[in-house]
């Protein structure tokens, strides 16, 4: 604890969070400004680059029934829950992917909610519910916890009985070894 002169706020806690101040008050205004005319651009290029807003509408039977090439997708991280997803659409998915769901790496792969691989634009649907990965195999939220926590206990071996605690030695059986003296 700090003591100051201050008659509003006597007594401030090191590490602790204070009043906003008016700098940081305008400069959250600036940025949700902002992220909301980037998603109106995004908005307006998702329905320019749509088949309905195409400069000259030639009347044809079959246009009516032609989908769409921009499809929306509900998109969550491998291993991370559904609902905390994000919804991403576009011609380029998984660059959008990777830009809705702030990844450190760009998207590569994506996966169905039951872990199938999705290998092709036609196997997506719209308003489908999909996995994005960097390019590792799918993985369920509990099998990335049993991966977290083995990696836990692993830091936490080495950090009370030293390195040498986690190197393994692996022998061969003694079966194995007198089958290797007999041929010898």
Known sequence: MVPTKSPV??????????EQTQEEIKLMELIRHTEAQLSEVQELQSKQNSPVATKHKAVQQSSLYKQPNTKRV???????????????????????????LKMTHPARTMYTRDGELIQSWDDIERDMVICVSMGHDFITQKELKQVVEVRANYARIRRQLGPQATDLVVLPSSELLSLVHLHN
């Open 74 to 100: 509900w998109a969550y991280l491998n291993g991370g829950r559904p609902e905390d997803g994000t919804y991403a659409w576009g011609r380029t998915l998984l660059d959008n992917c990777s830009s809705h």
């Open 9 to 18: 706020q006597p007594v401030v806690v090191e590490g602790g969070w204070t």
